[in-house]
């Protein structure tokens, strides 16, 4: 249900309800005991008016605490995100700072690891050669006779 139309279903059962206590109020004031059976079903209409306002009460705050709910979720879910991006940001800053703290060392390092990479590339890729299937063997293609080509047309 909307909210509008709780606030209106509230608002006609506080309506039928003060509509039957001041009819209670006036049958005691005036001293009309006539029919103790009026009275006891006024009594049970104005327990069952106060139950259905109590459910509608509870029924708003079921609504509330899921709202929470989702609510606190989502804000626990920014501050991980936040925490974890100023951790990075934290650790980006500090290296920057150690490699400009110490500059010679870091142009050295990034030296190193070009050559390195260089370098382990071709080791890379050795290891694949010799680490690879086993080796297949191929037939020796310097024996076979071939009719020589000519390339004028003549033979």
Not at 16 to 42: F, I
Not at 59 to 69: A, C, D, P, S, Y
Not at 112 to 134: D, F, H, S
């Amino acid at each position: 249900m909307e909210v509008s139309e709780r606030k209106k279903k509230n608002e006609r059962l506080e309506l039928v309800h003060q509509a039957l206590r001041q009819l209670l109020e006036e049958r005691r004031q005036k001293g009309k005991h006539g029919d103790e059976e009026d009275d006891l079903l006024l009594s049970k209409l104005l327990l069952q008016l106060e139950m259905l306002e109590r459910d509608a009460i509870a029924e708003e705050i079921r609504g509330v605490r899921k709202q929470n709910l989702v609510t606190h979720r989502l804000l626990s879910a920014l501050i991980v995100v936040t925490l974890v991006w100023q951790l990075n940001e934290v650790s980006l800053l500090l290296m920057a700072r150690q490699k400009l703290r110490n500059p010679l060392k870091a142009i050295g390092d990034a030296v190193k690891g070009l050559v390195r990479g260089c370098g382990g590339r071709r080791l890379q890729k050795q290891q694949i050669e010799t680490n690879g299937l086993p080796p297949v063997p191929v037939p020796d293609l310097t024996r076979v006779d071939l009719p020589p080509l000519d390339l004028d047309g003549r033979r």
